[in-house]
């Protein structure tokens, strides 16, 4: 989804965005963990209450058990049964109360019918009534929790009954109410609010604690904490089953419930603080994300502008954005780029004035060998005559002047017939056709730039002649033949060039120009390269300083098609001669 966005800012935006939702997120889990932390306190809290809980009740019930035994075995408790003294039955029941006085007491008759009774505010007549109770004079012991205890009346707290009968005599029943007293006694001691439950399909409350909040029974597990709104407070509410409860009383259970409304003020309001501290922080982090976002995309659009001008051949630089990291080092690593391609555009330009694009990107790919490769090409040696002379009468300016704007218009024909300048040695020129990359019409393209050379010559004296400048003259020479192209130099300084007999020669027939008469002279091995092309005549053999075998030489007077040049000095002559005579009749 990300990579859809249409700008680097966006994405980094959006990415910081999405790091600001994830931190978001996590506050639910941190309220989760909060809840769970509290949750898992409050269950220890409760399981230790639960132990301390069932001991305290074994150490009473134990009290309890003991008290009935002694009074169901006391000889004195048969003999007040016995002769229906009911003051002295009371007397010895008010023993074991005053020891234990959360107890209450009854003392039956052989018939079930109460004689004695102490604690207890509406004692029954008898406990024929009492389901629990009612065998305890044939003989029959009972223990467990009765729903009204030892008293009459429905609203009675429930209490754990123990009855042991006296046999042939009557019975002895000992009852400790789990009332609201008893209740209180132990949330003092465990500092939880309690309540005393039967468990069904009402969830019936037998005994509470003054605090105890209401309606929290329903919500209590037998596992797991749970959390109860009442009122303005909260409370921790966990229930317990303690085994001596249990009987036909039905499923006694035990609600603790723990006041933590402070605790929860406290995770809600660390929930918020950390809420608030989020919120700053992604503000801040979309802030500083968006800043740094803009930043970036803007040192990226920096450099696709500067991009999309040098790809316009606009070497511009890219103004960097100082940001101490990768995007300063790639802006300035972009304009060291570009003034590399300044340079090597400014390169290209130079070997432009030089050669031709083909051969310009030949040498740029590196395509030459080093030392040199043989190749045939063909050579073309111009030379001004007189050029001594010439530069006697004028001013170094204007000499300069001249040789440049010769230049110009020499240099242009040759480049433009697909021919490199090779070096210039004073006022001479050395073209060279075929290096550093042969082409088949090689040597027609060297004899047709001899030709346009000539023209632009006559065009050039004519604008020399309206100024008074002295008018030059010029020779070429040209010759088709192997050489060895390449680098020649040394590795710090070289110098791309040709070498070989064929330069020589090439030499040589423009120095004999002056000598012949003629103003463009080729060889015969160019001529035989050029002659569908050219108009020539023969000039005659020539021998060459270093060379054996004379050569044939022609005059160039024209491209087949087109008008001849001006006649030379020797064309001159040879139309002047009569033709010769020919041969005797009949030979």
């Known amino acids: 989804m990300f990579l859809r966005l249409p700008t680097v800012r966006a994405k980094l935006t959006a990415l910081v965005s999405l790091s600001v939702v994830v931190m978001l997120a996590a506050l639910p889990v941190l309220s989760w963990l909060l809840h769970r932390q509290l949750v898992d306190e409050v269950d220890d809290r409760v399981t230790e209450a639960e132990k301390a809980f069932q001991t305290e009740l074994d150490d009473d019930l134990a009290d309890l058990t003991l008290a009935s035994r002694i009074l169901s075995a006391d000889g004195a408790t048969s003999r007040a049964i016995q002769t229906g003294n009911a003051d002295r039955a009371r007397q010895l029941a008010q023993v074991f109360v005053g020891v234990y006085p959360n107890i209450d007491v009854l003392i039956l008759d052989a018939q079930g019918k109460v004689l004695a009774q102490v604690g207890c505010e509406h004692p029954p007549a008898a406990v024929d009534g009492m389901p629990e109770l009612a065998d305890i004079s044939k003989g ?27 046999v042939g005599v009557g019975g002895v029943v000992l009852c400790m109410p789990v009332d609201a007293e008893y209740l209180r006694n132990a949330s003092a001691k465990l500092g939880l609010e309690l309540a005393l439950a039967v468990l069904g399909d009402d969830n019936k409350v037998v005994g509470a604690t003054h605090e105890f909040p209401s309606g929290a029974v329903g919500a209590a597990g037998p596992t797991d904490t749970s959390i109860v709104d009442a009122g303005a407070r909260s409370w921790a509410v966990q229930r317990f089953e303690p085994r001596q409860l249990h009987g036909r009383l039905g499923n006694v259970s035990m609600v603790a419930a723990l006041d933590v409304s402070d605790i ?77 391609l300044k340079e090597r555009d400014k390169l290209r330009t130079t070997f432009g004035k030089y050669m031709t694009e083909t051969v310009m990107q030949h040498l740029l790919a590196g395509k030459v060998q080093l030392g040199g490769e043989s190749l045939k090409v063909t050579i073309l040696f111009t030379d001004i005559r007189s050029f ?29 017939e ?19 990359v042969p082409k088949p019409d090689d040597a027609t393209n060297a004899v047709r730039a001899a030709v346009r050379m000539r023209q632009a010559l006559q065009r050039l004296n004519a604008r020399l002649a309206e100024r008074g400048a002295p008018m030059l003259r010029t020779g070429i020479g040209i010759h088709t033949g192997e050489v060895v192209a390449g680098n020649i130099g040394s590795e710090r300084r070289m110098e791309y060039t040709v070498i070989g007999d064929a330069v020589n020669l090439a030499s040589r027939l ?23 092309t050219i108009e020539a005549r023969p000039v005659r053999e020539i021998t060459v300083k270093g ?38 009749a009949g030979e």
């Open 418 to 436: 697909g021919g490199v300048v090779d070096k210039y040695i004073g006022d001479a020129i050395m073209a060279v056709f075929g290096a550093p």
């Open 510 to 532: 423009e120095t004999n120009t002056k000598d012949l008469g003629v103003n463009v002279l080729i060889s015969e091995d160019t001529w035989a390269l050029t002659k569908d």
């Open 547 to 584: 060379r054996k075998q004379p050569v044939m030489t022609y005059e160039v007077t024209g491209l087949k098609g087109e008008p001849s040049l001006d006649q030379s000095d020797s064309a001159k002559i040879a139309s002047a001669r009569p033709p010769p005579a020919g041969p005797p």
């Open 388 to 416: 001594t002379t010439i530069s006697e009468k004028m001013d170094p300016q204007q000499l300069v002047g001249l040789l440049n704007e010769y230049f110009t218009e020499m240099v242009s024909i040759v480049m433009h």
């Open 140 to 166: 029959q012991e009972f223990k467990g929790v009765i729903e009204h205890g030892c008293e009459a009346v429905p609203n009675a707290p429930p209490a754990y009954v123990i009855g042991a009968p006296i």
């Open 264 to 340: 929860r003020t406290i995770v809600r309001r660390n929930l918020l603080y950390a809420l608030a501290i989020l919120a700053v922080a992604a503000v801040v982090s979309v802030a500083l994300g968006s800043r740094l976002a803009s930043i970036m995309s803007l040192a990226l659009r920096r450099v696709n502008t500067a991009l999309q001008r040098v790809e316009k051949l606009d070497y511009v630089h890219v103004e960097p954005v100082h940001t101490g990291d990768e995007l300063e080092a790639l802006a300035s690593g972009f304009n060291t780029m570009v003034d590399g």
